[in-house]
Structure formats: structure tokens, C-alpha cells
């Protein structure tokens, strides 16, 4: 089974764990994505894309919407915008969690390795993707919070998840086809 957050090998090549979420070598010369004919048009990059950030898009919404639920029923008087920041950080730390977990199991990196591995992947998608989900969310809402055994607690989710695949989305793509880095 392939690992959707690592590079493929090529095929008849031989995919090394360690090489994981590494760039892959690139020329001394820089080129500029709209250089390149077609940069944003290839479709197998863009499967993996959403596929890499629909695994992020996973780890940060338990994190993230775990804290929202759970942190006002043991604090009530909580003020939004501190529920955010730690829904935030609840988000990537969950991801995190989940990368580590993925990268040992499926590529078999020792749990160091996977841990660094995790935490030199892509924070800037999984920062945004939070960001954007919160934001998201907090407009969905009207601006207040809501109980939670309120229905629009839990349908203002639909356009945060919606939102928060497609903010990393371009940014993910990118790295995949401009630096080779599958990992986020």
C-alpha cells in the first residue's frame, strides 16, 4: 500500500522511508510556476493534493472540532476568541498526531523519525487550514457561539471543512509539483 503523504517512487523504483517529505533535488536555476506550460493542469498532482490535504483536513478537524465541543462544557464562560486559539492549536496538534501515526505505520519510520517528519511537514497548510476553518465556522455561526445541541452548531462544520480543504489546496499542489513534497 502506497502512502498518499510521501512521493511515489517512479515505477520499478524502490520508495526508501527515509526519503519521505524530502524536496526532491531541483537545478540551481529557479523557475517560476507560470514558466512552466501546464504547471497547474496536471491532474495526477492535483489527486494527490487533495488527497495529502484531505488527510490534514482530517487530523486538524478532530483537534479542532473535539476542543469547540468539548472545552465550553467544562468551561461555559469561555470567551470565543480564546475557544478559537485553542481549537487552533487542539487542530495541529492532532494532525501532527496523526501524520506521526501514518508515517510509522504505513512507511515504517522509527517514532523519532516520524515525529521529526511530521513537524517539518507543511505547518503552513496546516496554519491556514485552521485559520480558515475558524474563521469559517465563526461567520457560519453568526458571529456568537452556539450551544451545541443547536442544529446550526453543527451545520455551520459543512462550509468551515469545505473551506478548510480548499485554502491549503493550491498551496499543497504547489509544493507537490514545485518541490516534490508530498507530506502535510
Avoid at 488527497?51 to 461555559?76: E, H, K, Q, R, Y
Wanted: with cysteine; aromatic share 8%.
Amino acid at each position: 500500500m502506497t502512502n498518499p503523504h510521501c512521493s511515489m517512487p517512479e515505477h520499478g523504483q524502490v520508495h526508501a522511508p527515509h526519503a519521505c517529505c524530502r524536496p526532491q533535488a531541483t537545478s540551481d536555476k529557479a523557475i517560476s510556476a507560470s514558466e512552466i506550460p501546464g504547471f497547474w493542469s496536471d491532474q495526477s498532482a492535483w489527486s494527490r493534493a487533495a488527497s495529502n490535504t484531505a488527510t490534514c483536513l482530517l487530523g486538524c478537524a478532530l483537534g479542532d472540532i473535539a476542543a469547540m465541543t468539548l472545552v465550553p462544557l467544562s468551561w461555559p464562560t469561555i470567551q470565543i476568541g480564546l475557544l478559537m486559539a485553542i481549537a487552533i492549536a487542539s487542530g495541529l496538534a492532532s494532525s501532527l498526531i496523526l501524520e506521526t501515526a501514518i508515517l510509522r505505520v504505513r512507511e515504517g519510520f522509527a517514532w523519532r523519525q516520524a515525529i521529526r517528519a511530521a513537524f517539518g511537514m507543511s505547518l503552513i497548510s496546516m496554519i491556514v487550514m485552521e485559520i480558515v476553518m475558524n474563521v469559517v465556522d465563526w461567520f457560519a455561526m453568526g458571529g456568537i457561539r452556539l450551544p451545541m445541541h443547536d442544529l446550526h452548531y453543527w451545520l455551520a462544520w459543512m462550509p468551515a471543512l469545505i473551506a478548510g480543504f480548499l485554502a491549503p489546496l493550491p498551496y499543497n499542489y504547489y509544493m507537490l509539483k514545485r518541490h516534490g513534497r508530498a507530506c502535510h
